[in-house]
Structures are given as C-alpha cells and as structure tokens.
C-alpha cells in the first residue's frame, strides 16, 4: 500500500499526478488529483511512485513561470535542473531559527512608519475586493528587490489569468524576472493543483536558503484562495466542514505552510501575504487564522481607497511587532506614536465635524484636525509599477525623510500651505511651490 502522501501516476497519455490522502481498506485510498480530471475513469492503471511529490529547485528556476510539479506556463522547455525536492519538508529545527528582529525598510512611507516589515519575518496584506492588495504586493517586490536585492519567488494561488500575465510581463519589462520564479496555480486549476503552490514555492525559497545561503522574499497572492483550495478538496475527501463551512483542518493546513517560512543561520525568507477578507471581516476564520502566524499586518481599508488615498493603508489598524523603541529607535517610535494619537483622535470628530461642521470644534481640536488631514495625504504616495496608468512618476522615501516630513507637520511649517501640495508626494516638499500637485 502507498503511504499517505506518497505520488501516483495514472499510466495513460495524460500521467496526470495523484497524491495519497488517505487509507480507506487493506486495497484502496483515497486520492488528490493534481491536474485536470476530465478523462479519469473506472479501470484506468495507476502506479505508485515510491516517492513524494517533488519540484525542481536551482536557479535555473529564475525567469520562468511553471505550475506546482514544474511543469512550463511560459512556452519554453521544461527547466532541466539537476535537482528535485519533495514539496512536503519539516519546518527548520528551533535551534537554528535566527533570534535577532531587523526591519525590512521598503520606500513605502506609511509602512516603514506605522508598520514596519521583518527581514525574514511575515507580513500579510489584509483586504476585501478591489482595495489594492495586487498592486501593494506588486510594489514591494520592486522595492524590495531595487533597495535589497535578493531573489523573489512568487506563488499565483488561484490567480485570474489576467493578472498573473500582467504581472508576468511587467516583471519582465523591468528586469525583475531574471531574479525571480513564478509558481501558478491558475483559477481554472484543479482544487489540488491550487493547494500544494505554496508548498512548491517554499520548497524552492528553502532550497536558496540552506544549499546557497542568500536571501529570498517569498510573495503569496493570495492565501485565502489557499485556504479555500483546501476547503474544496476537503469536501472532495468527504470530511464534514467546520465553522462557516471552513475544513476542519484549516489551521494545520495553514500552519505546515507557515511554519516553513523562517529565518535560520543559513539564510532568511522574507514573506509578504496578500489575504483577501470576505465581506470585509478581519473576524472571518480564515483571516484570523492567518494573522496569528504574522510578524506585521497591513490592513487596506475601503473608505481610504474610496477617498482616493493611496496606498490604503489603515494606519490605526495596521500594526507591527517592529514598532518598539528598543528595534526602531525612540524617535521612529515617538513620531509614529504621535501620528497614531492624533489621527485616531481625528476619526473620533469625524462624526461631530458631518453634523455640526469644523467650525464648532475647540481651537486646539481644529488644528489637530488640519493637521491629520495633511499627515493623511502626506502618507499617500505613487507607485513605480504604476506609472504607465497614473502618469506621476514612482517615489520611494528614506525612513529619515518620512519622519522628517512628519515632525515639521505636527510642528506647523504646513499649516498654511493647502492639503493637497502634499498628496501623492515623496519627502516633505522645501521650498514654496515644490511637490505642488
């Protein structure tokens, strides 16, 4: 009998690959099937592989785009490397897990402020439809790889086509994909096609970790999509659902992926997460459930999206383990502490400022209210990735001029300038008529 997760081959044209779930007799198992199942029938011949399911690691990876087994998406041969590794491996032993936090500075103004990124630690991108999690996602690899280097390797779970081609080709147009391999699971793809992408994208950023000891930045859009894969194929497998009709698996499942991304002695893998939330509900099982393997969290908010201001950052919501004055610095600590107070104190007057009006506020709560809307806009800024659709050319700001920017807000020097000199500007604009929009 093969063993639970051993790889089976139907032995018709197709090969399509099987993967061991479970023992249902003395004679039979239950199986995943990894590709289309069109075809499959009664009486076909199956043989077992005697071996897990493998994917192929090197950096003859880097600049192509292939599904979970390695098999081409781009057109071109199957890569040929000298090496394949299963796809299920243990997370590393505790004893070489790096203990030291050192934030991953990444030109994005209001995350390097209010929530700063790991080096290999995880950070996860939280928001409903349509709020900008892709094009975030798609702006940290290019920062992330402009400002650090370093290799990428990006897992599509159940990506539209659109986008994962898109995305194919502005990494190709900028460079990026000589340094970076693309691993899709694309929507029409069978349930167990989708589930095991993240397993194929870890087992290559591992590889680059412990056998050339560099750095990699694993990106997952989107871990729910993951997590509904798994949901699916726990239907299939015939085991009852669990709350809101999640697999009653869902955190073991979510853990054997998570627990993998770790920085050792040999190297780090940086993660970063987009997470679709349905209904906008950060208490959805599946979005609480990945939260708490996060180092940072970014939580997109629609009403910011809908005002126009970009990224969609919430920056009350938003937060960091980073975020302490013993890794950041007082200083860091003191400005972003100060921007949190005042705009949550702005939200609080929101409601008296639509009824009543701004003019009905105390002197000192009027200012404060200047003042966030300008910190407010002040955190906006323009994308590199996209430029060819906005036409204002991409910013990226040193941590040093972000806080800089901030503490000559609070102390005044913008108070009679209008808000929107400094929306969708990188540092803090000088002289008059500099940064004017």
């Given at each position: 009998?093969?063993?639970?997760?051993?790889?089976?081959?139907?032995?018709?044209?197709?090969?399509r690959p099987l993967e061991v779930q479970a023992h249902l007799g003395p004679r039979t198992v239950r199986t995943l099937c990894l590709g289309a199942t069109r075809g499959l029938r009664r009486g076909l011949e199956v043989s077992s592989?005697?071996?897990?399911?493998?994917?192929?690691?090197?950096?003859?990876?880097?600049?192509?785009?292939?599904?979970?087994?390695?098999?081409?998406?781009?057109?071109?041969?199957?890569?040929?490397?000298?090496?394949?590794?299963?796809?299920?491996?243990?997370?590393?032993?505790?004893?070489?897990?790096?203990?030291?936090?050192?934030?991953?500075?990444?030109?994005?103004?209001?995350?390097?402020?209010?929530?700063?990124?790991?080096?290999?630690?995880?950070?996860?991108?939280?928001?409903?439809?349509?709020?900008?999690?892709?094009?975030?996602?798609?702006?940290?690899?290019?920062?992330?790889?402009?400002?650090?280097?370093?290799?990428?390797?990006?897992?599509?779970?159940?990506?539209?086509?659109?986008?994962?081609?898109?995305?194919?080709?502005?990494?190709?147009?900028?460079?990026?994909?000589?340094?970076?391999?693309?691993?899709?699971?694309?929507?029409?793809?069978?349930?167990?096609?989708?589930?095991?992408?993240?397993?194929?994208?870890?087992?290559?950023?591992?590889?680059?970790?412990?056998?050339?000891?560099?750095?990699?930045?694993?990106?997952?859009?989107?871990?729910?999509?993951?997590?509904?894969?798994?949901?699916?194929?726990?239907?299939?497998?015939?085991?009852?659902?669990?709350?809101?009709?999640?697999?009653?698996?869902?955190?073991?499942?979510?853990?054997?992926?998570?627990?993998?991304?770790?920085?050792?002695?040999?190297?780090?893998?940086?993660?970063?997460?987009?997470?679709?939330?349905?209904?906008?509900?950060?208490?959805?099982?599946?979005?609480?459930?990945?939260?708490?393997?996060?180092?940072?969290?970014?939580?997109?908010?629609?009403?910011?999206?809908?005002?126009?201001?970009?990224?969609?950052?919430?920056?009350?919501?938003?937060?960091?383990?980073?975020?302490?004055?013993?890794?950041?610095?007082?200083?860091?600590?003191?400005?972003?502490?100060?921007?949190?107070?005042?705009?949550?104190?702005?939200?609080?007057?929101?409601?008296?400022?639509?009824?009543?009006?701004?003019?009905?506020?105390?002197?000192?709560?009027?200012?404060?209210?200047?003042?966030?809307?300008?910190?407010?806009?002040?955190?906006?800024?323009?994308?590199?990735?996209?430029?060819?659709?906005?036409?204002?050319?991409?910013?990226?700001?040193?941590?040093?001029?972000?806080?800089?920017?901030?503490?000559?807000?609070?102390?005044?020097?913008?108070?009679?300038?209008?808000?929107?000199?400094?929306?969708?500007?990188?540092?803090?604009?000088?002289?008059?008529g500099e940064g004017a929009t």
């Amino acid at each position: 009998m093969p063993s639970v997760r051993e790889a089976l081959r139907v032995e018709d044209e197709s090969g399509r690959p099987l993967e061991v779930q479970a023992h249902l007799g003395p004679r039979t198992v239950r199986t995943l099937c990894l590709g289309a199942t069109r075809g499959l029938r009664r009486g076909l011949e199956v043989s077992s592989t005697g071996a897990p399911l493998t994917f192929p690691v090197g950096e003859e990876m880097l600049g192509r785009v292939v599904d979970c087994l390695g098999q081409p998406l781009d057109g071109l041969p199957a890569p040929v490397t000298a090496l394949r590794l299963p796809i299920h491996r243990p997370p590393p032993a505790l004893s070489r897990h790096r203990a030291t936090l050192e934030p991953l500075w990444t030109g994005l103004k209001v995350l390097d402020l209010l929530c700063p990124f790991a080096r290999g630690g995880k950070t996860g991108l939280f928001g409903g439809a349509g709020v900008g999690k892709t094009i975030l996602l798609m702006e940290l690899v290019s920062s992330v790889a402009d400002l650090h280097g370093g290799l990428a390797v990006f897992a599509g779970v159940g990506e539209r086509i659109r986008e994962g081609h898109e995305l194919w080709r502005d990494f190709s147009r900028s460079g990026l994909m000589a340094r970076t391999a693309m691993i899709f699971g694309q929507m029409d793809a069978a349930p167990g096609a989708r589930l095991r992408v993240p397993h194929a994208a870890l087992t290559l950023c591992e590889h680059v970790r412990d056998a050339l000891h560099r750095d990699s930045l694993l990106l997952v859009d989107n871990v729910f999509r993951f997590l509904q894969a798994g949901m699916e194929t726990s239907a299939l497998l015939g085991r009852f659902p669990s709350r809101v009709g999640y697999q009653p698996t869902l955190t073991t499942e979510l853990a054997e992926v998570e627990e993998r991304i770790a920085s050792t002695v040999d190297g780090a893998i940086t993660s970063v997460q987009a997470v679709f939330v349905p209904a906008d509900d950060l208490s959805d099982p599946a979005a609480s459930a990945v939260m708490a393997h996060l180092d940072a969290r970014v939580i997109l908010s629609r009403g910011m999206a809908a005002a126009g201001l970009y990224p969609a950052v919430d920056p009350l919501q938003s937060q960091s383990r980073l975020l302490d004055p013993k890794v950041v610095g007082p200083r860091h600590f003191r400005v972003a502490d100060e921007v949190r107070r005042s705009l949550s104190r702005y939200r609080e007057l929101q409601d008296v400022i639509a009824m009543l009006g701004v003019e009905e506020l105390s002197a000192q709560d009027r200012l404060l209210v200047r003042r966030s809307r300008r910190i407010e806009r002040f955190l906006t800024q323009p994308f590199v990735v996209s430029e060819a659709f906005t036409g204002r050319p991409g910013e990226r700001v040193p941590l040093e001029a972000t806080l800089d920017g901030c503490e000559r807000i609070f102390n005044g020097e913008a108070d009679a300038w209008d808000e929107g000199r400094l929306y969708m500007v990188g540092a803090f604009p000088g002289a008059l008529g500099e940064g004017a929009t």
